[in-house]
């Protein structure tokens, strides 16, 4: 039973920083590609930034966005520096089954498994 379970979301104002964790479970963590994904109100879900032998990230985070891991605990963090309102949203970690590398960030549907997700909410 795989699990993934989020923490670090919340309130912050523009400019600031914000660290999320993802606790994963159940799976070979370091055969997957973990990601953080987000879904701003009527929009739709869009990854941000993935991690499996390399990093993807999208093109609105870079130079702000740090995705890291670690493999002995399992966990996968996202560090976001220079908040911006239009980051507020709901962020979800997910993870792949078995692969190589990381799938496109569009390509949400490669991605298996999901957390309930942590909302975040820049003003």
């Known amino acids: 039973h795989v699990q993934l379970v989020e923490s670090g979301g919340g309130p912050v104002q523009a400019g600031g920083s914000l660290r999320f964790s993802c606790a994963t479970s159940g799976h070979l963590f370091t055969r997957a590609c973990t990601g953080w994904f987000r879904q701003a109100p009527g929009k739709e879900r869009e990854g941000v930034a993935a991690?499996?032998?390399?990093?993807l990230y999208a093109e609105s985070v870079k130079g702000r966005f740090t995705i890291s891991r670690d493999d002995v605990k399992n966990m996968v963090y996202l560090e976001m520096n220079d908040l911006k309102p239009e980051a507020t949203a709901m962020y979800y970690c997910?993870?792949?089954?078995?692969?190589?590398?990381?799938?496109?960030?569009?390509?949400?549907?490669?991605?298996?498994?999901w957390g309930q997700g942590t909302q975040v909410t820049v003003s």
């Open positions: 991690i499996q032998t390399g990093t």
């Open positions: 997910a993870a792949t089954r078995d692969t190589f590398m990381c799938p496109p960030l569009r390509s949400t549907d490669r991605f298996a498994y």
